[in-house]
């Protein structure tokens, strides 16, 4: 199982494990971040030791291919010195050394090729983590809201159930009811406390005052015919008596008559 296959399976087996115990969708989602930049950490650290091995192996070819040049040199030399048994071991360790050079360099070029594919997933994890991030943000609002219309839902329920309408209702009435009686005593303090005759003349003689103005309102005017006078204020039953008792007579062609 290569590096990227482990990160994966290792990721997926953490953020299952969290999303099943997720109470606070912002911590679980810091925490999840958390997770994923650890686990990049170790496949740089991986990653890093896999392109450590492949500049060795780099390295270890192009040795052994400067060794099969050294060896070619000293075999040269040898013929020219006329010493072919020499030349014969250098040539032999010239192919040694060129063949070891072969199989290293195709070695390091699998290698490399690996190391390029490991850089690129390198890459694609990091874009995708700090493409995570800059969701998180998003994903933590759109929680929030899923809580506050839960919570709403919740209070709506609750508010479905009448009885606090009812007793709302209930408690009105009952203020309605104590200030018709606040108003009742009100009235009935007034009714039967203070001298009522003298509070049914009040009421005559603001009636007559109401009168009266009524008449200087029409004489302003000039409403009323010529020669018309005030009429007298109204007086009680008594008053009326009296002034018959002490009118003169008078005769029908308008003389006082004899006094009796």
């Known amino acids: 199982m290569g590096i ?19 109470e606070n969708p912002e911590k679980m989602l810091n925490q999840l971040i ?20 492949e500049k ?16 070619e040199r000293r075999a040269m030399l040898a013929v020219q010195e006329n010493r072919d048994d020499l030349a014969k071991q250098a040539l032999m360790r010239y192919n040694e050394a060129l063949q070891g050079a072969q199989q290293l360099h195709e070695t390091w070029l699998k290698h490399k090729a690996d190391t390029e ?22 994903l933590i609002a759109r929680a929030k809201r899923a809580e506050a219309q839960q919570r709403i839902q919740e209070t709506m329920s609750g508010l479905s159930d009448k009885s606090a309408f009812e007793s709302f209702d209930r408690m ?29 003349f ?17 004489a302003k005017m000039g409403l009323l015919p010529a020669g018309a ?19 003169p007579e008078l005769e029908e062609d308008g003389e006082p008559g004899p006094k009796p």
């Open 4 to 22: 990227f296959d482990r990160l994966s399976t290792m990721l997926r087996s953490n953020i299952n494990d969290l999303i099943s115990r997720a």
């Open 34 to 53: 958390l997770d994923m930049k650890s686990s990049l950490a170790k496949a740089k650290q991986e990653a890093a030791a896999a392109i450590a091995d």
């Open 56 to 71: 060795k192996l780099q390295a270890d070819a192009e040795q052994l291919r400067k060794q099969a040049e050294d060896w």
């Open 117 to 138: 594919q490991l850089k690129l997933s390198l890459r694609q994890l990091n874009d995708k983590i700090e493409e995570a991030k800059r969701k998180k943000n998003i």
């Open 172 to 200: 009105a009435e009952k203020i309605e009811a104590m200030e018709r009686k606040a108003i009742a005593a009100a009235e009935l303090q007034q009714e039967f406390s203070g001298d009522d005759l003298m509070a049914q």
């Open 202 to 218: 009040k009421q005559l003689e603001y009636k007559g005052s109401s009168d009266q103005q009524l008449l200087d309102l029409k």
């Open 229 to 247: 006078k005030e009429p007298a204020k109204q007086l009680g039953r008594g008053e009326q008596a009296a002034e018959t008792v002490h009118q």
